[in-house]
């Protein structure tokens, strides 16, 4: 199965567990893509919030965070949810509710 570049399905992955202190957020994010996100983390067997930690840590280090077969499972759940925005929108969402 395709994985996050988290150690995830590596044997070893469970014996090198870092302790970290979680704590409940409430974050507002577009809709489509909390689906896709949720689907994905769904697909790797997840948690939405691992999912999440795991890309902003790749993200922060400028490594990407998916391998290949990731990044079309992630585009197959684009089309079922309808998410046509990209990286380029990123800075110019808006919601109604802000107007």
Do not use: C
Request: aromatic share 6%.
């Amino acid at each position: 199965m395709p994985h996050l570049h988290l150690g995830v399905g590596v044997p070893w992955y469970h014996n090198t567990m870092v302790p970290v202190e979680r704590v409940q957020t409430g974050v507002r994010m577009e809709r489509r893509l909390l689906k896709v996100l949720k689907g994905l983390a769904e697909y790797l067997d997840l948690s939405l919030g691992d999912l999440l930690e795991g890309i902003v840590l790749h993200a922060f280090e400028q490594q990407p965070p998916f391998d290949d077969a990731t990044v079309q499972v992630i585009e197959r759940l684009k089309q079922v949810y309808g998410l046509d925005l990209t990286a380029h929108d990123s800075h110019h969402l808006h919601s109604a509710d802000e107007e």
